[in-house]
Structure formats: structure tokens, C-alpha cells
T-cell receptor
Framework: DQQVKQNSPSLSVQEGRISILNCDYTNSMFDYFLWYKKYPAEGPTFLISISSIKDKNEDGRFTVFLNKSAKHLSLHIVPSQPGDSAVYFCAASENTGTASKLTFGTGTRLQVTL | NAGVMQNPRHLVRRRGQEARLRCSPMKGHSHVYWYRQLPEEGLKFMVYLQKENIIDESGMPKERFSAEFPKEGPSILRIQQVVRGDSAAYFC?????????????FGQGTRLTVV
């Protein structure tokens, strides 16, 4: 039962262009969404997050959009840089009151080409 | 995320042996989470611990797996009688309080290979 889905396993974008990574979820109890970036042989690094009460959050080159009715979120990176090449994981959190744990998608491998 | 220390980075065990994975959270963090990443999959939650307490172990297999976070020392994830299917990357994350959100920092992971 994959509650967080990233249907594109890979994405290739030219340097300077916009990268759009998509994520869908099925659990309507999720109230916080995060994007993590992961390089090979390293742990995930937090990138940006959004609460379910918002529909957009921006931090520098990174913007996350949330469409609650469609249970869809996306991460926009503009302009894309070669150093952005990594695996991006979408994650969601459901605050149950006793513990808050993350449910991750399977990741999208972004390659930014010169 | 260099503050969360996991060791060893790589661990090779034969089937039937025990694996012990260690996680030292960032200074001041009292909440530890363990995740497992199987090949070609996302990270899956295993267990959430505070000092001397297991808060949520809903993602932990019922047999062979155990976790602790003693008053002193690192958190330990223990896998007894390992099988090939246990081969994965195991990540630890820590946070200063319950809500994970932006304050969770991941370690570099331990890659367990069962031969």
C-alpha cells in the first residue's frame, strides 16, 4: 500500500531550465509534506516543506505547491543547476499525537545536464 | 546532517549472524527514528524512540528486530539471525522534539549486506 507515490523514477533537465518533480498521496490524514534530497551513499537532506493549510511555499530556487483536493504536490527548481542532480524524495507526515513519522515516496532521480 | 553519526557505514554479515547498528543523535536531540531503504524503494519507517522509551514501533518486523535508546550511549538497532532480505540501507534521524518536520536530521546510513 503505497500512500506516497512518485510516478516518475527519473527526470533529465537542462541547466538553467525548470525542474518539476511530482508527488501524489492517498492518505487524507497527512498534514505536512516535505521534500528531501539524497546523494549516493549519503543520508537524505531536508529541502523544503509545506503545511496542509498552505498551497505554496518558496525558498530561494525551490518552490513546493500543494493541491489538497487532488492530493498532489510538486517541487519546482528554477533555475536548475548541475549540483541539483540527486534523488528527490517526497515525504508526508501525519501527526497522530504520539509520534510523527514520515512516509516516503520511492524517489525521482533528477539529472541536470549542461 | 553530519551531526547524526551512524556506524558502521558498511556491515557485512553471514546469514544467521547478528547485526548491530548504532546511531548517535545530534547534540541536544532526544528523539531518534530508524528507517530502512530497500533497493529501488523509498525509506520506510521502522521505529521511534526517546531516551529509554520506545514510542512507536509499528514499522518494525515483529521477529528478530529490536531497538533501544539507553539513557547513556547511542541508539542501537539489532537484527538477530539475519537473512538475505535484511540487506538494505538503514538510516537514523534525530530531532529535538516529537514533531519531525524540518528539524529531523538524517545520518549517512549503514549499508547492511547479508551474504
Amino acid at each position: 500500500d503505497q500512500q506516497v507515490k512518485q510516478n516518475s523514477p527519473s527526470l533529465s533537465v537542462q541547466e538553467g531550465r525548470i525542474s518539476i518533480l511530482n508527488c501524489d498521496y492517498t492518505n487524507s490524514m497527512f498534514d505536512y509534506f516535505l521534500w528531501y534530497k539524497k546523494y549516493p551513499a549519503e543520508g537524505p537532506t531536508f529541502l523544503i516543506s509545506i503545511s496542509s493549510i498552505k498551497d505554496k511555499n518558496e525558498d530561494g530556487r525551490f518552490t513546493v505547491f500543494l493541491n489538497k483536493s487532488a492530493k498532489h504536490l510538486s517541487l519546482h527548481i528554477v533555475p536548475s543547476q548541475p549540483g541539483d542532480s540527486a534523488v528527490y524524495f517526497c515525504a508526508a507526515s501525519e501527526n497522530t499525537g504520539t509520534a510523527s513519522k514520515l512516509t516516503f515516496g520511492t524517489g525521482t532521480r533528477l539529472q541536470v545536464t549542461l | 546532517n553530519a551531526g547524526v553519526m551512524q556506524n558502521p557505514r558498511h556491515l557485512v554479515r553471514r546469514r544467521g549472524q547478528e547485526a548491530r547498528l548504532r546511531c548517535s543523535p545530534m547534540k541536544g536531540h532526544s528523539h531518534v527514528y530508524w528507517y530502512r531503504q530497500l533497493p529501488e524503494e523509498g525509506l520506510k519507517f521502522m521505529v521511534y524512540l526517546q531516551k529509554e522509551n520506545i514510542i512507536d514501533e509499528s514499522g518494525m518486523p515483529k521477529e528478530r528486530f529490536s531497538a533501544e535508546f539507553p539513557k547513556e550511549g547511542p541508539s542501537i538497532l539489532r537484527i538477530q539471525q539475519v537473512v538475505r532480505g535484511d540487506s538494505a540501507a538503514y538510516f537514523c534521524a534525530s530531532s529535538p522534539r516529537q514533531l519531525l518536520n524540518t528539524e529531523a536530521f538524517f545520518g549517512q546510513g549503514t549499508r547492511l549486506t547479508v551474504v
